[in-house]
């Protein structure tokens, strides 16, 4: 076999090119304005602690990084430029299924001179990995987007197969099962809590909390029609164990744990059950202050008694970072 950055470099010249970008999938916008992702969300992309944190797990767990990374669904770049900064390989592909998406990340780098990899752009769609060479890439990052992929099954069998040795996928911001039920079961809550308290439920806080139990038990369920959904699925931490370990992959969970976690000054910063369930309130939902601020207060004991269940370890899982490093050969 070539050294990978030769045997990349050739496949990348053979690819076609659209907008100056190389193209493996047709392109497709994202459910929303993609300028206004980060407002939404209170972040700032380019927040190089994401992908430097990414790259120490990498040294920690002794990933192969000797071959090009990958980051799938880029969106603004929060991921991708700490990776570019910190990535000790040779090539960076950084794709999107979203133009707008690839531009926004782009205009962080400029030419991409100064950076320790080379970087290069694709329009890719997740479910289209099959299109990727075997054996080809060390490192397959993705930061919140493995819900938004039809195909789970297919998809890591995709990942399994274009990994080398040693390499491995690594993915942040993941919804886990577990933990959304909780949220969504102690939202149940809220209504007749505040009842008690003498406190009237607007309709329109009504109407949030019943989007917010439908969305969670449209994550759950498993026997609809995904494909139009924007975001589609809830996880659960041993099945993504099962599925790694039928295609050569092994997984190490990190709970409720960001990349940025494992980056200097190594202080993690795991959130609690409540300040995780009304962050995902305010910024997913998008609840109002007045409403948070009541829901905070009058549900002091139900999220003491979570909280003080895990003031001593992390949980319950609602996030986190998995780690699947490539082992052996797939078995299916």
Not at 103 to 121: C, D, K, N, V
Not at 199 to 222: D, G, I
Not at 268 to 281: D, G, K
């Amino acid at each position: 076999m070539p050294p990978a950055s030769k045997s990349f470099q050739a496949w990348i010249d053979r690819l076609p090119k659209w907008h100056g970008w190389l193209q493996l999938s047709p392109e497709r916008p994202y459910a929303h304005a993609e300028a206004e992702y980060d407002n939404q969300y209170g972040v700032t992309a380019g927040e190089p602690e994401e992908g430097q944190g990414l790259c120490a797990l990498l040294k920690t767990h002794e990933i192969n990084t000797t071959g090009p990374a990958l980051e799938i669904g880029c969106g603004t770049g929060r991921l991708t430029f700490g990776l570019a900064k910190h990535y000790p390989g040779r090539d960076f592909l950084i794709s999107d299924p979203s133009q707008i998406f690839l531009r926004l990340t782009q205009s962080q780098f400029g030419s991409g001179a100064g950076f320790p990899p080379r970087l290069h752009y694709a329009v890719l769609n997740a479910d289209d990995l099959d299109q990727l060479p075997p054996d080809m890439f060390s490192l397959i990052a993705m930061r919140s987007t493995l819900h938004h992929i039809l195909g789970v099954d297919a998809f890591i069998a995709a990942c399994a197969r274009t990994l080398r040795s040693g390499g491995a996928l690594i993915m942040g911001a993941e919804p886990c099962e577990s933990g959304y039920i909780l949220m969504a079961v102690a939202a149940q809550a809220i209504a007749p809590v505040l009842h008690a308290a003498g406190v009237e439920l607007l309709p329109e806080w009504q109407k949030q909390l019943n989007v917010f139990a439908e969305t969670v038990k449209f994550y759950c369920r498993r026997d609809l029609d995904k494909s139009a959904a924007e975001d589609k699925h809830l996880f659960r931490v041993h099945e993504l164990s099962d599925l790694g370990y039928e295609y050569g992959l092994h997984l190490r969970y990190f709970p409720n744990a960001t990349f940025s976690d494992y980056a200097p000054p190594y202080l993690p910063a795991f959130e609690n059950f409540s300040v995780f369930f009304l962050n995902y309130l305010k910024y997913c939902m998008m609840f109002d202050e007045k409403f948070l601020k009541l829901i905070k207060r009058h549900l002091k004991p139900q999220f003491k008694y979570i909280n003080d269940c895990y003031c001593r370890h992390v949980g319950p899982a609602i996030t986190g970072v998995f780690l699947l490093k490539k082992t052996t050969a797939r078995t299916k």
